[in-house]
């Protein structure tokens, strides 16, 4: 996911095309942390979590964190 972004989605489809690049069987816990970002209580943290997740992420699902 992208910090910079001239088109902001609603949290529903920014998901759905999200977890359109996670297996079936991973999507929920994917979901679970993605949720992470959108709940934390500053938005400091939500870029550090965003991080967290790309940086943990890359090499399982590149097309669902890392975006050209």
């Given at each position: 996911?992208?910090?910079?972004?001239?088109?902001?989605?609603?949290?529903?489809?920014?998901?759905?095309?999200?977890?359109?690049?996670?297996?079936?069987?991973?999507?929920?816990?994917?979901?679970?942390?993605?949720?992470?970002?959108?709940?934390?209580?500053?938005?400091?943290?939500?870029?550090k979590?965003?991080?967290?997740?790309?940086?943990?992420?890359?090499?399982?699902?590149?097309?669902?964190?890392?975006?050209?």
């Amino acid at each position: 996911f992208r910090m910079k972004c001239t088109l902001q989605r609603c949290k529903v489809h920014f998901m759905r095309n999200i977890l359109a690049y996670v297996p079936q069987k991973e999507q929920k816990s994917f979901a679970e942390t993605l949720k992470e970002i959108w709940l934390a209580p500053t938005a400091e943290f939500a870029r550090k979590r965003a991080y967290d997740v790309i940086d943990s992420y890359a090499k399982c699902f590149p097309k669902a964190v890392l975006r050209d």
